[in-house]
């Protein structure tokens, strides 16, 4: 899709200035949805508070909202339309995403607090300064489960981004940069099956699971150079037996295949069952390799839209914003990278990554 007519369109209106003023007069609202969503974290798919709190802060301010989205309890669509009727055919069509998920046991430790009022907010100022001069529509997306589930995949497969001209996020980092940069994910079980006996009374009468899934994660993990480069596994055992005396007839972990390039994600795979092939003969045990929930790709750049908020960037005084990372995860937003225009700016609110 040909993002032109957007950025015809924003270069033709001199808004910055309204913009800034409005921003400022607006950031005592801005920081406190940011830190209630930060006091009240919630996980993936449960971000029930957080998407009713984001919604409500919309319809103040005068946008149309409608709850599941996508058939996702928690996901929600807010439009503003203009002349043009944006989600008519109107144009142009600029789709804010705001993540709300939190991480077990880290709360908001990926700031999903700060790109949600990050998201609602952006939309809100524009729908503002613009007032009647606005065409098309711009739309916040509220998306469920980027860390664990991949909730924007539902939201491609509904076609809530069909159409679109961008699609724009931030995101808190360690450095500034507009470079459009993830790691193509899977998420995969592992299951090692062997058979139960008593670890001292009848020590061979058992095939031990969780040794065929220890076996497994050192041949893979421990071992610095085993994967090809650019390939990455992590994870951790979620099941490995009930006691110490009965040898384990179940082991399974939950792991994360990350690669850079989607050409590398087959090969890794089939290294990863080959693997798990292995220890389960070792063993004497059985395997499984399964898939779990929806795979995440690498990002498709847009080099318009990179330029754009580079240019944005440095005009706030953020120095050198085309930075490549030598260190980067993997997101759901990298899929909607392939439907229409998207990026991911990294605003520099730390040291740590």
């Given at each position: 899709m040909d993002?032109?007519?957007?950025?015809?369109?924003?270069?033709?209106?001199?808004?910055?200035?309204?913009?800034?003023?409005?921003?400022?007069?607006?950031?005592?609202?801005?920081l406190a949805l940011s830190h209630e969503i930060h006091a009240r974290p919630e996980l993936s798919f449960e971000e029930k508070e957080t998407s009713l709190l984001l919604q409500a802060t919309l319809e103040r301010e005068g946008f149309a909202v409608s709850a599941g989205?996508?058939?996702?309890?928690?996901?929600?669509?807010?439009?503003?339309?203009?002349?043009?009727?944006?989600?008519?055919?109107?144009?142009?069509?600029?789709?804010?995403?705001?993540?709300?998920?939190?991480?077990?046991?880290?709360?908001?430790?990926?700031?999903?607090?700060?790109?949600?009022?990050?998201?609602?907010?952006?939309?809100?100022?524009?729908?503002?300064?613009?007032?009647?001069?606005?065409e098309g529509s711009v739309e916040v997306v509220g998306t469920p489960a980027e860390e664990r589930g991949s909730g924007k995949v539902a939201l491609i497969e509904a076609g809530v981004f069909d159409g679109a001209d961008a699609v724009l996020q931030m995101h808190p980092h360690a450095l500034d940069t507009v470079v459009g940069q993830a790691m193509a994910r899977r998420s995969l079980s592992v299951e090692f099956f062997g058979r139960k006996a008593h670890a001292a009374a009848a020590p061979g009468e058992g095939r031990n699971a969780l040794d065929a899934l220890v076996?497994?994660?050192h041949s893979l993990i421990l071992q610095p150079g085993k994967l090809p480069a650019g390939c990455l596994l992590h994870?951790?055992?979620?099941?490995?037996?009930?006691?110490?005396?009965?040898?384990?007839?179940?082991?399974?972990?939950?792991?994360?295949?990350?690669?850079?390039?989607?050409?590398?994600?087959?090969?890794?795979?089939?290294?990863?069952?080959?693997?798990?092939?292995?220890?389960?003969?070792?063993?004497?045990?059985?395997?499984?390799?399964?898939?779990?929930?929806?795979?995440?790709?690498?990002?498709?750049?847009?080099?318009?839209?990179?330029?754009?908020f580079a240019a944005l960037l440095e005009r706030r005084g953020?120095?050198?914003?085309?930075?490549?990372?030598?260190?980067?995860?993997?997101?759901?937003?990298?899929?909607?990278?392939?439907v229409c225009p998207t990026i991911e700016i990294m605003v520099k609110a730390g040291t740590n990554p």
């Open positions: 993002a032109t007519p957007f950025f015809g369109y924003l270069e033709a209106m001199d808004i910055y200035a309204a913009v800034e003023a409005e921003i400022e007069r607006r950031r005592g609202e801005i989205t996508g058939g996702l309890e928690t996901a929600f669509r807010a439009v503003a339309e203009g002349a043009g009727g944006g989600c008519v055919g109107g144009r142009p069509r600029l789709i804010y995403t705001a993540e709300m998920d939190a991480l077990p046991g880290l709360g908001h430790g990926c700031g999903h607090n700060i790109i949600a009022a990050a998201a609602v907010w952006s939309a809100a100022v524009l729908k503002t300064v613009m007032g009647g001069t606005l076996l497994f994660y994870g951790v055992i979620e099941e490995g037996g009930e006691a110490p005396n009965i040898i384990p007839g179940l082991a399974r972990g939950r792991f994360s295949f990350r690669t850079d390039a989607m050409s590398k994600v087959e090969p890794g795979l089939n290294m990863i069952r080959e693997a798990a092939r292995a220890a389960a003969a070792t063993t004497g045990c059985t395997q499984a390799v399964t898939e779990t929930g929806s795979a995440a790709t690498t990002s498709k750049r847009n080099a318009e839209l990179e330029n754009l953020r120095k050198d914003p085309v930075k490549l990372r030598t260190a980067y995860g993997s997101t759901d937003l990298a899929n909607v990278s392939h």
